[in-house]
């Protein structure tokens, strides 16, 4: 079974450009969740999108957003790129269900100039 | 005071011994445990996950979960050198937050031979 997959893997970008991250989970997961992992911060819960809705959000600025398509496939996007969002952005896929697992992708590693 | 607490380390653990470590989260309706292990530089991968009160265990790994104490433990046996990394211990919060995962720091493990 083919694992999770996240495309760019790296990207080096400008302040105050945007930026589109793509997502796709384990065929049957209906579940995306969204993190973003820095030095300083750790792992910090984005959001999560399950059967394209979103049901979960954590605390970042609306810059932050996202989608799921029908096909479960997820994309985030950034507007207006601060230096401080240079991070490693991670996807994770699960099933969505009560105590399931988050099985997370190879991320994408954002570097803001 | 953070939702999930871990020792930020580095934990040194001679090759073949156990190694301990610990994680304390502060929301009692918490229903989910996850541990992850992350290597530099790659994405976190799921090696335990624990739902009820008790040990449980999997190889070489034993998690463990006291709901009452807000703690959860994992054991690491027999040791090996590939065994270096960080540990990273999730929680999910509550009924309805199943898509989201709150982490802590993350405790680096590193076995010497």
């Known amino acids: 079974k083919a694992g999770v997959t996240q495309t760019p893997r790296y990207l080096i970008k400008t302040r105050g450009q945007q930026v589109t991250l793509s997502c796709s989970p384990i065929?049957?997961?209906?579940?995306v969740s969204w993190y973003q992992q820095t030095p300083g911060q750790g792992l910090q819960f984005l959001f999560e999108?399950?059967?394209?809705?979103?049901?979960n959000k954590g605390n970042f600025p609306g810059r932050f957003s996202g989608r799921q398509f029908s096909n479960s496939r997820s994309e985030m996007n950034v507007s207006t790129l601060e230096l401080g969002d240079s991070a490693l952005y991670l996807c994770?896929?699960?099933?969505?269900?009560?105590?399931?697992?988050?099985?997370f992708g190879p991320g994408t590693r954002l570097t803001v100039l | 005071q953070k939702e999930v607490e871990q020792n930020s380390g580095p934990l040194s653990v001679p090759e073949g011994a156990i190694a301990s470590l610990n994680c304390t989260y502060s929301?009692?309706?918490?229903?989910?445990f996850f541990w992850y292990r992350q290597y530099s530089g790659k994405s976190p991968e799921l090696i335990m996950f624990?739902?009820?009160?008790g040990d449980k265990e999997d190889g070489r790994f034993t998690a463990q979960l006291n709901k009452a104490s807000q703690y959860v433990s994992l054991l690491i046996r027999d040791s090996q050198p590939s065994d270096s990394a960080t540990y990273l211990c999730?929680?999910?919060?509550?009924?309805?937050?199943?898509?989201?995962?709150?982490f802590g720091a993350g405790t680096q493990v590193v076995v010497t031979p």
């Open positions: 624990i739902y009820s009160n």
């Open positions: 999108y399950f059967s394209e809705t979103q049901r």
């Open positions: 929301d009692r309706g918490s229903q989910s």
């Open positions: 065929s049957g997961h209906r579940s």
């Open positions: 999730a929680v999910t919060a509550t009924t309805d937050s199943w898509g989201k995962l709150q």
């Open positions: 994770a896929s699960s099933k969505g269900t009560r105590q399931d697992t988050q099985y």
